[in-house]
């Protein structure tokens, strides 16, 4: 058994009990949006926002700052990897994605982790 069988499954269960829903959103279109009829020109074509539903829990931990001081932010888990500058909308409070943090042991995402404002 490798460690992404092992812990998985424990990532989801404390996500469902501890998480709330949340709603990503790309603050841009996606490259499967643009059209591609106008050569090097990113033209967004019309229609839905690019969102999805996940699982989220955000909570304050302490991070190691580039100065070597620990340093209090927000960092928000889910299953889903974000991608900085989307947004991350849990009930009526939404924050700014910055840094992604993956864990992956063996090369397999488990959870992911982002700092967010």
Do not use: C
């Not at 990532?11 to 603050?27: I, R, Y």
């Not at 620990?70 to 990897?81: G, K, N, V, Y």
């Amino acid at each position: 058994m490798n460690l992404h069988d092992e812990y998985y499954p424990l990532a989801v269960e404390m996500l469902d009990e501890f998480g709330a829903d949340a709603t990503l959103t790309a603050t841009a279109p996606a490259a499967s949006s643009l059209d591609a009829k106008r050569a090097g020109r990113a033209v967004p074509v019309t229609g839905t926002p690019n969102s999805r539903p996940v699982r989220a829990s955000v909570g304050p931990m302490q991070i190691l700052g580039a100065d070597g001081r620990l340093e209090t932010r927000s960092i928000a888990m889910t299953l889903d990897e974000p991608l900085p500058g989307e947004t991350l909308t849990m009930g009526a409070t939404t924050w700014i994605v910055g840094a992604v943090t993956r864990l992956a042991p063996q090369g397999q995402p488990i959870i992911f982790t982002a700092e967010v404002s």
